[in-house]
Nanobody, 124 residues
Framework: VQLQASGGGLVQAGGSLRLSCTASGGTFSTMSWFRQAPGKEREFVAAIRWRERHTYYADSVEGRFTISKDSATNTMFLQMNSLNPEDTAVYSC????????????????????WGQGTQVTVSS
């Protein structure tokens, strides 16, 4: 199983970026985005149920970020709008073939597969 994340970069506050994560070598029940800023723990950003398309967001990104998927290409996206400097982090995609229960969906330990991460930097 491989997850390949891309789309990070440098953007000014208020700007937008779109991250992609392409999965290969397996089928997944849930895919998610996490991020980790320097000196901080990894935190949940958003998740999507692959079959049902149900989506879940961290409070800090609700209304600004949108998670989506393209089943034909096995690709997950994260559209990030109204970015602010607090969004600066390395963003990683994660996936698992088991159906993660909702109470566990925000925990990194619930995911068996991880991509390499892509840097997002938001300047003020």
């Amino acid at each position: 199983v491989q997850l390949q994340a891309s789309g990070g970069g440098l953007v000014q506050a208020g700007g937008s970026l779109r991250l992609s994560c392409t999965a290969s070598g397996g089928t997944f029940s849930t895919m998610s985005w996490f991020r980790q800023a320097p000196g901080k723990e990894r935190e949940f950003v958003a998740a999507i149920r692959w079959r049902e398309r149900h989506t879940y967001y961290a409070d800090s990104v609700e209304g600004r970020f949108t998670i989506s998927k393209d089943s034909a290409t096995n690709t997950m996206f994260l559209q990030m709008n109204s970015l602010n400097p607090e969004d600066t982090a390395v963003y990683s995609c994660a996936a698992d073939s088991r159906r993660t229960i909702l109470s566990q969906i925000r925990f990194p330990g619930s995911y068996a597969y991880w991509g390499q991460g892509t840097q997002v930097t938001v300047s003020s």
